[in-house]
């Protein structure tokens, strides 16, 4: 090639990737400069839609506060034969868990094959089958084989519903909106502590198998409901089904226009950033999610999510409040079932404040600031323990229940919201569904650990116990602030700018811009956008 033909030929690349730039910033400026309501037509459809999916959180919820409600109730230990605390009452809380464990090897698969819809589904009806097996149980070892379907079933639940609800949030609020998904663990939560509470006046065997039933109110919603739901828009891509899905994001996010600006910006990045033959397609190869310092990245924030989520004292304050009442003096059964009852009440009102507050103050702030008080919360209750124990003092008794509450409100606030939303966030579409479940892999195996020694170590440490979550709280915070990344005010696709960088975290904390969409949609790399 000739000097001439030489400079000819870059001045074309050159103005191919300015044309392709061009096209970028059109799309982000239309994107950003359109109005959006909360409030519209479309988006009221897609608060419906997601609703099926919010049950999921719910089904996780209830059995955090129906373990430790009926654990308390006398029926329960006398049928059984069980105490309180212990070893065996450790195995009966942890076998939900364990069985979470197994289910890893299916859950992301079937999500990557068959889609979200099919995840939420097979959940659903494995939570019933496990439902109808604990409820009637005659003995400890059907009543441990029905909890290990539950956890099972829920491991399905908890990978598909944070995927899909994240992958049909519509860009502008989805902090809020996938936040809230997690929220409804309490919602759950409430349902299954007052109704422990009321059934525990009954004085036969139904006083703990009543609440057990209930589980099947939400799991049946999901299982009928999910036929009603449109298929993830990110999913349909991934299956070169790209005109489904801009007709799906048209009719929720787009006002009904397939044209409309952010409909255009999405598919575009979408377009540029998932790939139809990615290993989401292979259901043995997990390789994607370590085999590139970006993947590493985003791996080193799941899974110190899906570890700190279950380690920061907020499961010993779900599954054993009435044994920490009891601990801090509280005796009466119906006294320590009430308090049970009002903790989850204000820890949602945290929670969905705290799944606002993500769009505004952003996750780091969120996580990082919540830990470090939660530390403190545990300090000062295990003084206020160990003064109303030795002295039995009243005032350190009441003391102690504030600030178990105080606890729970503002790990709620800081950790609920982010909890399936962040390990979702910080995956893309092609490793979201096998992340997803490595993630709820490594939340139930921190949960069993947290669950079956927190019986004996109750039983023997008794609230100097409180003192490991003191010092790993501390810990969490320092991680947090070297590794995580922040995501606020990015679109899904636009996180690969993030972790593609060499200092993922202070570029997450540089404002987005419109080099960022240039970069996503491929514009930088010269390729032209599809809109």
């Not at 909890?147 to 099972?152: I, S």
């Not at 139809?276 to 990245?297: G, I, V």
């Not at 003092?393 to 950790?415: D, E, P």
Request: hydrophobic content about 45%; glycine content about 8%.
């Amino acid at each position: 090639m000739g000097e001439t033909e030489k400079e000819f030929a870059d001045a074309s690349h050159v103005n191919d990737i300015d044309a392709a730039s061009s096209d970028a910033i059109l799309l982000a400026t239309a994107a950003d400069t359109s109005t959006y309501s909360p409030w519209s037509l479309p988006m009221f459809r897609l608060y419906g839609v997601l609703s099926i999916a919010y049950l999921c959180g719910c089904l996780n919820g209830f059995d955090g506060s129906l373990m430790g409600a009926i654990n308390a109730m006398t029926p329960y230990q006398n049928y059984f034969g069980v105490g309180s605390t212990g070893s065996s009452t450790g195995l009966v809380f942890a076998i939900y868990n364990i069985g979470s464990i197994p289910a890893v090897v299916l859950t992301g698969p079937v999500n990557d094959y068959l889609g979200r819809r099919a995840g939420m589904f097979t959940g659903a009806v494995i939570i019933i089958l496990g439902t109808c097996i604990q409820a009637p149980s005659v003995n400890m070892h059907m009543f441990i084989a029905g909890r290990f379907l539950l956890g099972f079933g829920v491991s399905f639940c908890c990978v598909s519903a944070p995927c899909y609800v994240s992958e049909m949030a519509h860009p502008k609020w989805r902090g809020t909106i996938t936040g809230l998904y997690n929220t409804c663990w309490y919602i759950g939560s409430i349902i299954a502590s007052w109704t422990c509470y009321g059934s525990a006046f009954l004085k036969s065997n139904w006083a703990f198998r009543i609440p057990i039933w209930c589980q099947l109110v939400s799991s049946v919603i999901v299982a009928v409901g999910v036929f009603f739901l449109p298929e993830s828009p990110r999913w349909l891509v991934a299956q070169d089904r790209v005109d489904e899905a801009r007709a799906i994001l048209a009719k929720y996010h787009g006002e009904g226009r397939a044209d409309h600006p952010i409909v255009n910006l999405q598919i575009s990045e979408m377009f540029y950033q998932i790939q139809t033959d990615a290993s989401d397609k292979r259901w043995w190869d997990y390789s994607a999610l370590f085999k590139t310092r970006n993947a590493r990245s985003r791996l080193i924030c799941v899974m110190g999510m899906a570890f700190f989520g279950q380690w920061s004292g907020n499961s010993i304050a779900s599954y054993y409040l009435p044994e920490m009442m009891k601990t801090a003096g509280i005796d009466d059964e119906h006294t320590q079932l009430r308090l049970n009852g009002i903790y989850p009440v204000l820890c949602w009102f945290g929670a969905v404040f705290g799944a606002r507050m993500t769009d505004r103050i952003g996750r780091r702030p969120l996580l990082i600031y919540s830990i470090l008080f939660s530390a403190i919360c545990f300090a000062i209750i295990t003084g206020t323990t160990k003064i109303s124990v030795e002295n039995h003092n009243k005032m350190a008794t009441n003391a102690t229940i504030t600030f178990v509450y105080l606890f729970g409100i503002v790990f709620s606030f800081g950790w609920t919201p982010l909890q399936s939303m962040y390990i979702a966030e910080t995956l893309p579409t092609e490793t979201r569904a096998k992340g997803t479940a490595l993630g709820n892999f490594g939340s139930n195996v921190a949960g069993t650990v947290v669950q079956y020694a927190s019986g004996p170590a109750f039983k023997h440490l008794t609230f100097y116990f409180y003192l490991v979550f003191v010092a790993w709280d501390l810990i969490e915070a320092v991680v947090i602030y070297f590794f995580f990344v922040e995501t606020k005010e990015r679109t899904l696709e636009e996180l690969e700018e993030v972790f593609s960088d060499p200092h993922p975290v202070k570029k997450s904390l540089q404002k987005r811009s419109v080099s960022t969409v240039a970069a996503t949609v491929g514009a930088l790399a010269g390729k032209s956008v599809e809109a």
